[in-house]
């Protein structure tokens, strides 16, 4: 489902990117969607997945993204990802 020309799409976007393999919760803000991962949710790592997550992101009309740093991600988000 693309919300491009309406009102972003949480709720989508959080279905399409636990799809994707991105255990996640979606919270939107206008329109910024802050992705807070969940249990496992070091999947971003891979830069393919990246990709993917972002163009999800902006089909469900979203043209900021902000990934919520949680406890169990600060040890990841501390390390370089592969291929940045």
């Known amino acids: 489902m693309s919300a491009e020309r309406g009102a972003p799409d949480a709720a989508g976007l959080e279905r399409a990117l636990r799809a994707a393999g991105v255990p996640c919760v979606v919270d ?19 830069a393919e997945l990246r990709r993917r997550a972002l163009a999800l992101v902006a089909a469900h009309g979203f043209t900021h993204l902000a990934l919520e740093l949680t406890e ?3 040890a990841t988000a501390r390390a370089p990802l592969p291929g940045a």
């Open 72 to 74: 169990d991600s600060t």
């Open 28 to 46: 939107a803000f206008d329109r910024l969607a802050v992705v807070v991962p969940g249990p496992g949710g070091t999947a971003l790592a891979d």
